[in-house]
């Protein structure tokens, strides 16, 4: 792995969060990281297809960025798209069973508006 990919590795796995890559080039640029955002795209293309990160894709904001590549879902603010880790106990084994086949990973992503979204959304009324 390349000096750079392992930057970017690092940042994503020192956030907490799901990051665009515009956030995560962002960061590298606070941390001195000497690096363009077709670069960041680059390099982040790259750790997904090795299975370092997981591109999660949505369909109407760009793809952010997940340092956990076991089996979760996501529960997602459709105002303000903050993504959550969401675990869901013997999902697979019902997926596995359900589907037939042995599939490399699962995508679920559950749309909701999350509480702070709510209380602004009261306050303007
Ligand atoms: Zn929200
Ligand atoms: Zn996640």
Known sequence: MSKLSQQI???VKDSDKHMTAEEIFLLAK????????????RVLNSLSEEGCLRRI????KADVYDKSVSDHGHLV??????????????LRKILL???????????LTINY???????LKEKRK
């Open 9 to 11: 590795l690092e940042i």
């Open 97 to 107: 069973k359900q589907t037939g086949v042995d599939f490399d990973y699962y995508e």
């Open 30 to 41: 606070k941390k001195k990281v000497d690096i363009s955002l077709a670069s960041v795209y």
């Open 57 to 60: 894709s949505f369909s109407n």
């Open 113 to 119: 508006v999350c509480e702070k979204c709510k209380r």
């Open 77 to 90: 603010c459709s105002k303000c798209k903050e993504t959550v880790d969401l675990e869901f106990k013997d």
